[in-house]
């Protein structure tokens, strides 16, 4: 429960003390999220819908449809990659006319433009360049298209993005229409080479049928005559006549309806009336050229011009319907003549078997009709085939369609203005709590022994809390340097008995097994100005005097001198114009003021000096002045100017027996404190004892030396 507390309670002074740096990190953070949104260029997205439908259709036979359950997710997949090819988008590009689009079209990049500054190209050559100019349009295309499968479903989602909200929808909707286009186009192409293979097919048929009725009738013949010679019928000479005739009757109607056929699919209307020679298809011929005729002179996108397609398309519908009727007359009339052929031919063959011919003859015959047989067998076959994919080639149906076209949206999908500005927000938060929580701990101030000692390596003896009455800082000097005599028993009087208990320990064991004569020198000094070295000086010099030791307090800051100030007290003469003047040991004693505690003497400095000053501190009469306090004083307590911006405080340093570094709680930066430590031990060595105070500490409840503040030292008295 109290960790949990004092983390709680630290992060918060944490924030409380950075809270101008993580407000910076956020507002600029912010700021620049605000900047990137509003430079942007609003972009709307639509999106179409598509259900892909495995299952096998068959338009003549629709119970016939059968789900490819084991290769569903493969199809699906599938189509997605149609829907992505370049083929498609290219298609898509065509129809919506976009290379000449401004958002889409052609534009010329940053080095087309270098290379036509300095002349390495011509507009005219890039302008040439359609391959080019076509790639970089799908290039923009396809990045501005987003197609994916609804997770395990059917659907497809085509998602386009533009800057303009029907341009996004139009697109999304055509893509879709092109893709489901081309899908029934693939489908028909295949039936119509299906329908090729079966016309060559039925080609060789008929081929073979002919060859082999030719086998037969040639048997016929060669037997024929004999059979005549024989017998008394005299109709088998005619019969062989009509037979002919048939022959080339059913020839020339299969080769008409071939032909017809083909033109019918490529719906070449003239062709098929010149070869028809239908007094019908002729008629609604002359009326759709009449129709086509109108349409040339009216003007496009009239009502006139829409009326007139629509009655070119029921032509069209009419010529196709009557060709069918022809075709299906023209089949009626090969199969007429087939028909009348195997009659004859059967009348014709009975005769000849009827005669008196050899077993070899009989067997001959019976194996060229049985060849015949199967050939006509095959042909049917092939022919009912054939009907069924000309069928089929004008009924395919789409494996997909459209079960959401897109619509203008309403709203911008990008910048996410809200979306930006949220995760802007938090990440300047984050940031912002990231590089207070790294200034604080590293590159800022110290917030606490453990990472002070850890960091530098130097003890900390005790931390100063900030002076507070009622809620309220106190900062003036005056209250502070007396607050160790006017109240003993609050936090801040403990943290500087405790300093004077971390130094007398300290010199102990620095003293241990040595003899000493005389006082011991105990220099306060900070690394910058602003760290309440002074008041911390005059604190640690009063505890000691508090304790029934002889102390001096020599404020050794002459260019600006502070103890003066901070006890209110206006000297007539200064520590400047002692060592400005050749004095003797009886002299001293008028520079000497006296503390109200008793055994506190003082050396304080009246104005500052505007001159160097490190060279007072060398002179002899500094010298005789630190061998006069060592001799009548127990404790000398040297208020020092700040080490880093002069060199008074190294010289001081060489002279301590130990050197109190006062540091600003989470203030000061690492940086000056380890600088100033270093100075010192460059100076007076690595054996010069140094102890940190931390001052104006913010130590909250979770804090363990103040936890007891409220029961200890303002404990009502007994």
């Not at 449809?65 to 997605?80: C, H, K, Y």
């Not at 889409?104 to 359609?130: H, I, P, Q």
């Not at 369609?401 to 709203?411: H, Y």
């Not at 938090?426 to 850890?454: H, K, M, P, R, W």
């Amino acid at each position: 429960m109290d960790s949990s507390e004092f983390d709680v309670r630290n992060a918060i002074g944490l924030v409380r003390r950075q809270i101008w740096l993580i407000l910076s990190t956020v507002l600029i953070i912010v700021g620049l999220a605000a900047v990137y949104v509003f430079l942007q260029t609003p972009t709307y997205t639509a999106s179409t819908l598509i259900l892909v439908d495995p299952r096998a259709k068959n338009a003549l036979d629709p119970e016939s449809q059968m789900s490819l359950l084991p290769t569903d997710n493969a199809r699906v997949e599938s189509e997605v990659e149609i829907l992505k090819s370049p083929s498609t988008q290219i298609e898509a590009i065509s129809r919506l006319d976009l290379i000449k689009d401004p958002e889409f079209g052609v534009k010329l990049s940053t080095a087309d433009r270098l290379m036509v500054f300095f002349k390495l190209k011509t507009m005219e050559n890039l302008l040439a360049d359609t391959d080019a100019q076509l790639r970089a349009v799908l290039t923009r295309f396809s990045e501005n298209i987003t197609i994916a499968r609804r997770g395990l479903t059917y659907v497809i989602s085509v998602s386009a993005t533009s800057a303009d909200p029907a341009k996004a929808a139009l697109i999304a909707n055509t893509l879709s229409s092109t893709y489901i286009d081309a899908q029934v186009d693939a489908k028909i192409s295949n039936a119509l080479s299906v329908r090729d293979a079966l016309n060559r097919r039925l080609a060789q048929a008929s081929t073979t049928i002919n060859q082999t009725e030719n086998r037969i009738d040639a048997f016929v013949n060669e037997n024929i005559e004999k059979v005549s010679n024989e017998s008394t019928r005299a109709d088998i000479s005619a019969m062989r006549s009509s037979l002919e005739s048939l022959k080339a009757e059913s020839i020339s109607a299969q080769s008409l309806r071939a032909s017809v056929a083909t033109l019918a699919a490529n719906k070449d209307w003239d062709g098929i009336a010149a070869q028809l020679r239908s007094d019908t298809v002729s008629q609604i011929k002359a009326e759709r050229d009449k129709v086509l005729a109108d349409i040339g002179n009216v003007a496009a996108g009239s009502t006139r011009e829409s009326n007139l397609r629509a009655s070119l398309d029921k032509l069209d519908k009419r010529l196709a319907d009557q060709v069918n009727v022809e075709l299906g007359t023209l089949s009626d009339r090969v199969k007429t003549t087939q028909q009348e052929q195997d009659r004859l031919r059967s009348s014709i063959r009975d005769t000849v078997l009827s005669s008196n011919l050899s077993n070899d003859v009989m067997v001959k015959i019976y194996e060229l009709q049985q060849e015949s047989s199967v050939a006509k067998t095959l042909y049917q076959d092939l022919l009912q085939r054939l009907r069924g994919v000309e069928t089929q080639a004008d009924l395919q149906l789409a494996d997909s369609r459209i079960v959401s076209s897109a619509l203008p949206p309403d709203e911008p999908s990008a910048p996410k203005t809200k979306l930006i500005l949220t995760l802007a927000l938090v990440a300047g938060l984050g940031l912002g709590l990231g590089l207070a929580f790294l200034n604080e701990n590293f590159i800022g101030g110290f917030t606490s022994d453990q990472q002070f000692e850890a960091v530098l390596g130097v003890p900390v003896i005790s931390s100063i809390p900030l002076l507070s009455r009622a809620g309220r800082s106190i900062t003036e000097r005056s209250q502070v340097a007396s607050e160790l005599l006017d109240h003993p028993l609050t936090a801040y009087s403990e943290s500087i008995r405790r300093i004077r208990l971390g130094l007398e320990n300290m010199l102990r064991r620095k003293l241990q097994d040595k003899a000493r004569e005389g006082g011991l020198i105990i220099m306060v000094g900070s690394a910058i100005p602003g760290e309440g070295k002074t008041t911390t000086a005059i604190a640690i010099a009063r505890a000691f005097a508090m304790s029934g030791k002889r102390v001096l307090l020599v404020d050794c800051d002459l260019r600006r001198p502070s103890v003066a100030p901070s006890l209110e007290l206006t000297p007539e003469n200064g520590l400047a114009d002692y060592l400005t003047l050749s004095l003797d040991s009886q002299s001293i004693r008028q520079f000497v003021t006296k503390d109200k505690v008793p055994g506190l003497d003082m050396i304080v400095g009246k104005n500052s000096h505007r001159t160097s000053t490190d060279s007072l501190i060398e002179t002899a009469q500094f010298n005789l002045l630190m061998e006069l306090a060592k001799e009548r004083f127990e404790i000398i307590v040297l208020d020092t100017p700040p080490i880093l911006p002069v060199v008074d405080a190294q010289y001081l340093a060489t002279r301590a027996d130990i050197v109190t570094l006062v540091v600003h709680w989470a203030s000061t930066s690492q940086r000056d404190v380890r600088s100033a430590i270093n100075d010192l031990r460059t100076t007076a060595g690595e054996d010069l004892p140094i102890a940190a105070v931390l001052s104006k500490a913010e130590l909250g409840v979770g804090s363990y030396r103040n936890k007891y503040n409220s029961y200890y030292y303002y404990a009502p008295e007994s």
